[in-house]
């Protein structure tokens, strides 16, 4: 069955400073990731994908996310965070075997200190 | 386009009424998909549709809650009778069909139906 882990219950990280959110995944075939970020009393926004080609990923707002395969990674980073990037932000799965569903992470929340 | 629409935003009930929450997709969406949001569990799918047929359904809780599409433009998701433990935000989300288009494997959701049950 398809899985994705975010380790970490929350980020802090000072604005200017480069940011990382970790994401880990688990399917039986060929994974289609996502990562999408929720501001409060708001429904979830698409931020980036990945499907095939190159492993970096650029998506909205300046981030990116790097797959690895050999280590079933796909973090989401941004160079430089700005006190509006707090948010909460959830890495998602789908994959063929897993059927046309897609499965969200537990979720990171995102403090950026100004 | 208005996006995915879902109504109510809030709602407050008593438990053991009935419950009704609403969603239009965006026009030409294949795929519906129902969510609910919880501080313990998180974003959990409950069902999803592809051109208004329910194709898994293994999400959801307990045979109080059930789900229809009965067309292209509409769905509910509704609970019956309500408890406490349905306490949370339903989001409904749509996409595409995969073919090509860059936008065929994203999700659009709405904004959520908040549901407080008492």
């Known amino acids: 069955a398809q899985s994705v882990a975010q380790p970490e219950d929350q980020v802090n990280v000072a604005e200017g400073n480069p940011l990382t959110v970790k994401c880990t995944y688990s399917?039986?075939?060929?994974?289609?990731l996502f990562w999408y970020v929720q501001y409060p009393n708001r429904g979830l926004q698409f931020l980036l994908k990945?499907?095939?080609?190159?492993?970096l990923v650029k998506g909205s707002y300046g981030f990116e996310a790097e797959f690895n395969k050999s280590q079933t990674s796909f973090h989401l980073k941004k160079p430089s965070a700005l006190v509006s990037d707090s948010a909460l932000y959830f890495c998602?799965?789908?994959?063929?075997?897993?059927?046309?569903?897609?499965?969200f992470g537990a979720g990171t929340r995102l403090f950026v200190k100004a | 386009d208005a996006g995915v629409i879902q109504s109510p935003r809030h709602e407050v009930t008593e438990m053991g009424q009935e419950v009704t929450l609403r969603c239009k997709p965006i026009?030409?969406?294949?795929?519906l998909f129902w969510y609910r949001q919880t501080m313990m569990r998180g974003l959990e799918l409950l069902i999803y549709?592809?051109?208004?047929?329910?194709?898994?359904d293994s999400g959801m809780p307990e045979d109080r809650f059930s789900a229809k599409m009965p067309n292209a433009s509409f769905s509910t998701l509704k609970i019956q009778p309500s408890e406490p433990r349905d306490s949370a935000v339903y989001f409904c989300?749509?996409?595409?069909?995969?073919?090509?288009?860059?936008?065929?494997?994203?999700?659009?959701f709405g904004a959520g139906s908040r549901l407080t049950v008492l």
């Open positions: 989300a749509s996409r595409p069909s995969a073919g090509g288009t860059s936008g065929a494997n994203v999700l659009t």
């Open positions: 399917v039986s075939g060929n994974p289609y």
């Open positions: 990945y499907i095939t080609g190159d492993n």
């Open positions: 998602a799965v789908r994959d063929m075997a897993g059927g046309f569903k897609t499965i």
């Open positions: 026009s030409g969406h294949d795929y």
């Open positions: 549709f592809n051109n208004n047929v329910p194709i898994d």
